[in-house]
C-alpha cells in the first residue's frame, strides 16, 4: 500500500490514530553528520530500523518522500506550555499541537506555571496530561530551581529530577542573589541536572521595554541596557565554573553575551548556550512596526530585539559553536495580554510554528549555514545538551523525524496557528523552509494537507 502526503488531510486532532508496523520512507534527502544523503528509511515498531534500506516491501507503509528533507525531530529546549493554571494562554494538549505543526518531536517545558513546577507532583502531572494525549510529541519538564521561583529557598532537585525533570530554572526570573545562585548550581552538580539562568539584571533593566539605543530614543521608549543581560551570563558562567556545575544559558540576545560564553567555553568551563529564531531575524527596528511609528506589541519580547549588528554576531556564535542549539522560547498569550499599551503588553512570541521557517530564512536561504548545519541546531545539539533521546538518524534511535520542503515559500497567517497564542511580529512575513509532516515514535502526529 502506498500513501502520500495528501492522503490524509490536516485536521485539529492532528491525524493517523493506528499505523502500520513498518514505515518505509524513501526517495527522500536524508540529514546526516555527513551531510545531506540520498536515500531511504526504515521505520519499525517506533525506531530507525535500518538507513538506505534497499529490500521488501510487504506488509509495510511505504511513504514517497521525494524532494524532502528526512531530519531527526527538531527538539526545543525552551517552552512555556502554561498548563496548569494559565490555560487560556495555552495548555498542554494544544501546545503538542503546535509543536507538531512546527516540526517538534521534543519540547522541553519551564516551570513558570501555577502552581509552579516547584515539586514532584507537578512535575508527575505535566507529563501524565502529555502522555493523556493520542498524538503526542515528547514533553520533558523543566523544574523551577527555587521554591515558588522566588530566588530563596532551593527546590527539591533530587525528587524533581526522578519525577521526570530534565534541568532546573527560574525561567522568567533571574536569580537576584549570587550567593543563593552559587548553592543552586551546586546543587544541581550532584543530581547532574543542567541549571538553565535567566539572565537579567531587573535593576539595570530599570523599567526598560526594549533595547536601549537608536530606534529606543527615536520611538521615545525606556531602553533596557544589554549590560543587564550580560552583566548576569558573566557572572553565572563564573560561579559555574568555580563549582563544576552545568550551565545553560537561556536566550542570548547580544554580541557581548556570545562573546562571554565564547571565552568561558575556552576556559573548559561547562557552559552551553542558546538563542532563539527571532534574535536571528528581527532588529529592533521592528518595534515602531511597518510605519515606524505604531509600536507593534507583538515585538514586546524578553530580552528584547537587538540590533542588526547582534543579529550577525549571534550567527556567527552559532557558526562558530559558542552557541550550542536555537530554542523557541515558545511563549504563547492571549489576545488580551496583547490589546493594551506596549508598555503594558506581556512578554513573549507565539513560536512553534515559525521557528523552522524563521531559521531557514535566515540562515540557510543567505548561505550563512547549510541545511545539516542548521538543522543541527535544533537536533543533534538539544539533545546532547540535555542528555534527550533522538537527534540522529541513527538505527535503532526513536523514529522521531521531521519532513521539511526546503525550497517552499510561504507567508505566516496566525489564522492556521496550532497554539491559543497568536502572538508574533512574523505576521504576514514570507518565509522559505516549510514542515510538511512530524514522527514521533514512528507514528505520524502532523501531516500538511494537499502535499503531493
Not at 390 to 417: K, N, R, Y
Not at 420 to 440: D, E, H, M, R, S
Request: proline share 5%.
Amino acid at each position: 500500500m502506498k500513501t502520500s502526503l495528501e492522503n490524509t488531510p490536516m485536521d485539529n486532532a492532528l491525524i493517523e490514530k493506528a499505523i502500520f508496523g513498518k514505515i518505509l520512507i524513501e526517495n527522500g534527502t536524508l540529514v546526516t553528520p555527513e551531510g545531506l544523503q540520498k536515500g531511504n528509511l526504515l521505520i519499525e515498531d517506533g525506531k530507525i530500523a535500518a538507513v538506505f534500506f534497499d529490500g521488501g516491501r510487504e506488509d509495510m507503509q511505504v511513504m514517497d518522500a521525494s524532494g524532502l528533507l528526512v531530519s531527526p525531530g527538531l527538539i526545543d529546549l525552551h517552552c512555556h506550555l502554561r498548563e496548569p493554571g494559565f490555560e487560556y494562554k495555552e495548555d498542554i494538549a494544544s501546545g503538542m499541537r503546535a509543536a507538531a505543526h512546527g516540526g517538534f518531536t521534543s519540547v522541553c517545558c519551564m516551570a513558570n506555571t501555577h502552581p509552579v513546577n516547584d515539586t514532584a507532583a507537578v512535575t508527575e502531572f505535566i507529563k501524565t496530561r502529555a502522555r493523556r494525549e493520542e498524538n503526542a510529541v515528547r514533553v520533558y519538564p523543566i523544574g523551577a530551581a527555587t521554591k515558588g521561583l522566588k530566588g530563596e529557598e532551593l527546590a527539591e532537585m533530587g525528587e524533581l529530577k526522578e519525577a521526570g525533570a530534565v534541568a532546573v530554572s527560574d525561567d522568567g526570573r533571574s536569580l537576584v542573589n549570587a550567593g543563593r545562585m552559587r548553592l543552586v548550581l551546586s546543587y544541581a552538580r550532584h543530581f547532574g541536572l543542567p541549571v538553565v539562568t535567566h539572565p537579567e539584571d531587573l535593576d539595570l533593566v530599570s523599567g526598560g521595554i526594549m533595547n536601549e539605543g537608536y530606534w529606543s530614543t527615536v520611538l521615545g521608549m525606556p531602553g533596557s541596557t544589554r549590560v543587564a543581560e550580560e552583566s548576569i551570563i558573566a557572572r553565572d558562567c563564573m560561579l559555574a565554573e568555580l563549582e563544576g556545575s552545568h550551565l545553560h544559558v537561556a536566550h542570548v540576545s547580544t554580541a557581548g553575551g556570545a562573546d562571554i560564553v565564547r571565552w568561558f567555553k575556552s576556559r573548559g568551563a561547562r557552559v552551553t548556550a542558546e538563542t532563539a529564531p527571532h534574535y536571528l531575524y528581527a532588529t529592533d527596528a521592528w518595534v515602531g512596526g511597518a510605519d515606524g511609528l505604531s509600536y507593534d506589541v507583538n515585538t514586546r519580547v524578553n530580552p528584547p530585539l537587538r540590533t542588526d549588528k547582534d543579529v550577525q554576531a549571534l550567527i556567527e556564535a552559532l557558526k562558530d559553536g559558542t552557541i550550542d542549539c536555537i530554542a523557541t522560547d515558545h511563549a504563547p498569550h492571549h489576545e488580551d495580554d496583547r490589546n493594551v499599551e506596549y508598555a503594558l503588553a506581556a512578554s513573549g512570541i507565539s513560536g512553534f510554528e515559525t521557528a523552522l521557517g524563521i531559521c531557514w530564512t535566515a540562515l540557510v536561504v543567505p548561505g550563512h549555514m547549510t541545511p545539516e548545519q542548521m538543522l543541527r541546531k535544533m537536533t543533534r545539539e538539544p539533545a546532547r545538551v540535555f542528555s534527550l533521546p533522538g537527534g540522529s538518524l541513527e538505527v535503532h534511535m526513536p523514529a522521531d523525524l521531521t519532513l521539511i520542503a526546503p525550497t517552499d515559500q510561504w507567508t505566516v497567517d496566525t489564522g492556521e496557528f496550532f497554539s491559543k497564542g497568536k502572538n508574533t511580529p512574523f505576521q504576514g512575513k514570507k518565509l522559505t523552509g516549510k514542515v510538511v509532516a512530524t514522527y514521533v515514535g514512528g507514528k505520524c502526529v502532523y501531516r500538511e494537507k494537499g502535499r503531493p
